[in-house]
């Protein structure tokens, strides 16, 4: 083990034992040098390591400290889409959601890890259509959704127009396009947060996004039986957790 990866998981300990507690300094890099009888760029190694664990904040001019871990909100995964009257929506935690920034809709290449959902060869042309939503009252960016379409599909219909009117896309597939009752699956995972996604959801260094990806398909029509769109979004992992119950098997 490097001797940077020591100090790491000596620091690491303090902090999970509450030696160093939540918004508390550790020790100066003189001082920790001289501790563990290293160099500064061995010091410097395991604090940004920490760092990008989430464990620790870098202050401007004002050392490092122990982040603070805000209390997690939970979304209770929900297995039914429900319906209001702007359209559907997936989960009671995003019914009060709206759009804090215009949406933006642009054709570009397709992700390898949803071409394949959509059927698609990586670099494929889809249309990605942008939303950033959040708190209404207040402007706070809470989640980022981003829709990814096939171009065959959805180039040169109201599904690649800024305005989609009302009950959005899911509605212009259903009684516009003919495409019948559309139906939905989701996955859950994470991965670390794009410099744009940091950026939005105003992420600390070293905190991921929780990522629901869901699929949508279509029933009937020329797109029958297609996945027509996989929907990507994320949210600040640390403010954020899944829940479900769980009952007893007969």
């Given at each position: 083990?490097?001797?940077?990866?020591?100090?790491?998981?000596?620091?690491?300990?303090?902090?999970?034992?509450?030696?160093?507690?939540?918004?508390?300094?550790?020790?100066?890099?003189?001082?920790?040098?001289?501790?563990?009888?290293?160099?500064?760029?061995?010091?410097?190694?395991?604090?940004?390591?920490?760092?990008?664990?989430?464990?620790?904040?870098?202050?401007?001019?004002?050392?490092?400290?122990?982040?603070?871990?805000?209390?997690?909100?939970?979304?209770?995964?929900?297995?039914?889409?429900?319906?209001?009257?702007?359209?559907?929506?997936?989960?009671?935690?995003?019914?009060?959601?709206?759009?804090?920034?215009?949406?933006?809709?642009t054709e570009?290449?397709?992700?390898?890890?949803?071409?394949?959902?959509?059927?698609?060869?990586?670099?494929?042309?889809?249309?990605?259509?942008?939303?950033?939503?959040?708190?209404?009252?207040?402007?706070?960016?809470?989640q980022l959704?981003?829709?990814?379409?096939?171009?065959?599909?959805?180039?040169?219909?109201?599904?690649?127009?800024?305005?989609?009117?009302?009950?959005?896309?899911?509605?212009?597939?259903?009684?516009?396009?003919?495409?019948?009752?559309?139906?939905?699956?989701?996955?859950?995972?994470?991965?670390?947060?794009?410099?744009?996604?940091?950026?939005?959801?105003?992420?600390?260094?070293?905190?991921?996004?929780?990522?629901?990806?869901?699929?949508?398909?279509?029933?009937?029509?020329?797109?029958?039986?297609?996945?027509?769109?996989?929907?990507?979004?994320?949210?600040?992992?640390?403010?954020?957790?899944?829940?479900?119950?769980?009952?007893?098997?007969?």
């Open positions: 083990m490097a001797r940077w990866h020591e100090v790491a998981a000596e620091l690491r300990t303090a902090i999970t034992t509450g030696v160093y507690a939540p918004g508390t300094k550790i020790p100066k890099e003189e001082q920790l040098e001289e501790r563990y009888g290293v160099s500064r760029t061995t010091v410097r190694r395991a604090v940004a390591q920490l760092a990008s664990e989430g464990l620790l904040q870098p202050v401007r001019r004002g050392g490092t400290t122990v982040r603070q871990q805000p209390p997690r909100q939970s979304l209770t995964l929900d297995l039914q889409a429900h319906r209001d009257e702007l359209g559907y929506y997936f989960g009671q935690a995003v019914q009060a959601l709206r759009a804090v920034q215009p949406p933006t809709v570009g290449p397709c992700p390898p890890d949803v071409a394949a959902v959509l059927g698609l060869t990586s670099g494929d042309p889809v249309v990605i259509r942008d939303r950033v939503m959040g708190d209404p009252t207040t402007g706070r960016v809470i959704a981003t829709s990814y379409l096939p171009t065959d599909l959805a180039a040169s219909t109201v599904l690649a127009e800024a305005d989609t009117g009302p009950g959005g896309i899911y509605d212009r597939m259903e009684a516009d396009l003919g495409w019948g009752a559309l139906q939905w699956a989701g996955t859950i995972s994470a991965r670390a947060a794009t410099p744009t996604e940091s950026a939005l959801l105003d992420l600390d260094p070293g905190v991921p996004v929780l990522c629901v990806i869901r699929t949508t398909i279509a029933s009937s029509g020329a797109a029958a039986d297609r996945v027509v769109e996989v929907n990507v979004t994320r949210r600040d992992a640390s403010r954020f957790e899944v829940g479900y119950p769980i009952t007893r098997h007969q």
